[in-house]
């Protein structure tokens, strides 16, 4: 007894996945993609602006136990006020030393002296 022969029937190429890695990697580049604006923080390279300092101190220490003004210790929310009474334009420098305070304290500095509108600040360690 002979068993015919089947027909063969011609493979076709599977794209499925093929497919399935091109959307995987269009929802991977979708997700790392940046749609809005970056947002940074202008500074002033230390030493460009020259000039003789006028006025009273105005150093603001930022430690790991909190903001000192002069060696005061001052809250965040209120560092602007206790610099208003030092200052005699919104155009005098600050300066802002840094100690072993976190990142996220030291932004968290800028952006209520810069809210508070003292645009001058002379970051040092």
């Given amino acids: 007894m002979r068993i015919a022969a089947l027909p063969r029937r011609r493979r076709r190429l599977n794209l499925t996945p093929m497919i399935d890695v091109v959307l995987l990697l269009l929802v991977f580049f979708m997700m790392v993609s940046r749609f809005g604006g970056m947002q940074g923080m202008p500074l002033a390279v230390a ?37 208003r009474p030092l200052m005699a334009s919104a155009e005098d ?14 932004v968290a500095v800028l952006d209520g002296l810069r809210a508070g509108g003292i645009t001058r600040v002379i970051v040092v360690e």
């Fill in 47 to 83: 030493g460009s602006g020259g000039g003789a300092w006028s006025g009273p101190p105005r150093l603001v220490s930022l430690g790991a136990d909190g903001v000192a003004l002069n060696g005061v210790a001052v809250p965040v929310e209120g560092l602007v006020a206790a610099l």
């Fill in 93 to 106: 420098p600050v300066v802002l030393r840094t100690g072993d305070a976190a990142v996220q304290a030291l």
